[in-house]
């Protein structure tokens, strides 16, 4: 299991993944925008989508899970 930590601050742009999604390592799975840019937020490894803690316009802090993968 691994969680999908946020690198930075920032407001949750797009959501690309649903739970019970099979992602490959460096899959995207959210788009985060933050300093005006659209900041890809990629897979650690490969597994399936168990939880998205986040909402499309959550503003987020560096350190917030994002995402659940088992």
Do not use: F, H
Request: charged content about 30%; glycine content about 8%; proline content about 4%.
């Amino acid at each position: 299991m691994a969680n999908i930590e946020c690198p930075m601050s920032g407001k949750v742009w797009k959501i690309l993944v649903k739970v019970g999604d099979t992602v490959a390592e460096d899959d995207e799975v959210i788009i985060l925008e933050a300093l005006k840019m659209e900041n890809p937020i990629y897979a650690p490894e490969d597994g399936v989508v168990k939880e998205i803690s986040v909402k499309e316009g959550q503003q987020v802090t560096e350190g917030d899970v994002l995402v659940v993968l088992e």
